[in-house]
T-cell receptor, first 117, second 110 residues
Framework: KAGVTQTPRYLIKTRGQQVTLSCSPI?????VSWYQQTPGQGLQFLFE???????NKGNFPGRFSGRQFSNSRSEMNVSTLELGDSALYLC????????????????FGQGTRLTVV | SQQGEEDPQALSIQEGENATMNCSYK?????LQWYRQNSGRGLVHLIL?????REKHSGRLRVTLDTSKKSSSLLITASRAADTASYFC??????????FGKGTRLSVIA
């Protein structure tokens, strides 16, 4: 079956602009999580969506937001971009996101490399 | 915030040697997972070990888990140049998302 698809793969934006990233999970997976990866901070959890509801949220400012659609596809939006938002943004899908002790693995997309100039 | 901490941060070995990476974590967990990341790409799941398991094997991978010490190790036997990547441990606790460590960068020299 098809893997997790993230679009676009690369993006260059100017400070102050906004950006929307897209993630299509594996068919049948209802949990989508977003992570920000930078050399200094490593993989930082942004938020998780399950059945169109935000179930968990990381410690990021309100400029970072997301949503999930009825087909489980998810988007994340970053408004008023700052230089420090330059990072690899990774999306992960899983069947249940670990709730209920199902011990399920996460499948990651290839990421979107965002550069803010 | 980081839950898992991998050790060492970087490791360089010759092809054919074994590579051992360690991970320590802070809170009780449902499971611990290991992932591999090739440069600048997505993470690939390697192995999952549940909190009630002590050891697990998958091909050339061997993972151990010691919940009393809150630590895990990943052993890659007979390493190959293609094993060059960053390796991350991630823990799953209760109903919270996976929390990753900062990773071990493994270089396998042919």
């Amino acid at each position: 079956k098809a893997g997790v698809t993230q679009t676009p793969r690369y993006l260059i934006k100017t400070r102050g602009q906004q950006v929307t990233l897209s993630c299509s999970p594996i068919s049948g997976h209802r949990s989508v999580s977003w992570y920000q990866q930078t050399p200094g901070q490593g993989l930082q959890f942004l938020f998780e969506y399950f059945s169109e509801t935000q179930r968990n949220k990381g410690n990021f400012p309100g400029r970072f937001s997301g949503r999930q659609f009825s087909n489980s596809r998810s988007e994340m939006n970053v408004s008023t971009l700052e230089l420090g938002d330059s990072a690899l943004y990774l999306c992960a899908s899983s069947y249940n996101g670990g709730w209920g002790n199902l011990n399920t693995e996460a499948f990651f997309g290839q990421g979107t490399r965002l550069t803010v100039v | 915030s980081q839950q898992g901490e991998e050790d060492p941060q970087a490791l360089s070995i010759q092809e054919g040697e074994n590579a051992t990476m360690n991970c320590s974590y802070k809170t009780s967990i449902n499971n611990l997972q290991w992932y591999r990341q090739n440069s600048g790409r997505g993470l690939v799941h390697l192995i999952l070990i549940r909190s009630n398991e002590r050891e697990k094997h998958s091909g050339r991978l061997r993972v151990t888990l010691d919940t009393s010490k809150k630590s895990s190790s990943l052993l890659i036997t007979a390493s190959r140049a293609a094993d060059t990547a960053s390796y991350f441990c991630a823990t799953e606790s209760g109903n919270t998302p996976l929390v990753f460590g900062k990773g071990t960068r493994l270089s396998v020299i042919a």
